[in-house]
């Protein structure tokens, strides 16, 4: 392996420890807080709307210096997202996702921390969340092979 893909994977591997970590001492990896910003006509908790502001607070400056950038400091080529309409696919995910967050309190990054700090919550939505994945990938090769045929 080179110096830039062990550089590339551990910067990887560091940054995904300091998200675990800020999610961990937010509180956000905790399906009750996130349920509790979500019940706007109850005990609502703000907390989850000043952890994303932090979190925009932080990266918003450096996603400006970055689009100025053709590479990354480690040279990996920046990709930036090219599609800017909405679709139906992008909706129904979007329905699907927020329907999945509303009913469990768990979005993919913060069950995957769940579960490494043992809610045993997180693992059940975790194994749903990969069997969601594997039954999509599934479907998206039939279509695939019926669209190539």
């Known amino acids: 392996m080179n110096t830039n893909a062990f550089l590339r994977l551990g910067f990887a591997l560091l940054s995904g420890l ?3 970590l800020g999610l961990v001492l937010s509180g956000m990896a905790d399906p009750a807080k996130v349920l509790g910003f979500l019940d706007v006509a ?3 908790d703000p907390s989850l709307a000043l952890v994303m502001g932090g979190a925009i607070a932080v990266t918003a400056p450096a ?3 970055l689009r100025r950038r053709k590479r990354s400091l480690l040279d990996a080529p920046l ?7 909405l679709d139906r696919r992008l909706l ?3 329905l699907a996702f927020g329907a999945g967050w509303g009913l469990a309190g ?4 913060p069950a995957l921390v769940g579960a490494a700090a043992g809610y045993e919550g997180a693992w059940w939505f975790v194994a ?7 039954l999509f990938s599934l479907l998206e090769q039939q279509r695939q092979a019926r669209r190539g045929s």
């Open 18 to 20: 300091i998200f675990g």
């Open 42 to 44: 109850g005990a609502w």
């Open 63 to 65: 996603f400006a210096l």
């Open 79 to 85: 990709q930036w997202p090219t599609r800017t309409t």
């Open 92 to 94: 129904l995910g979007s």
């Open 106 to 109: 768990f979005c993919p990054g």
């Open 128 to 134: 749903a969340m990969a069997a969601g994945m594997g």
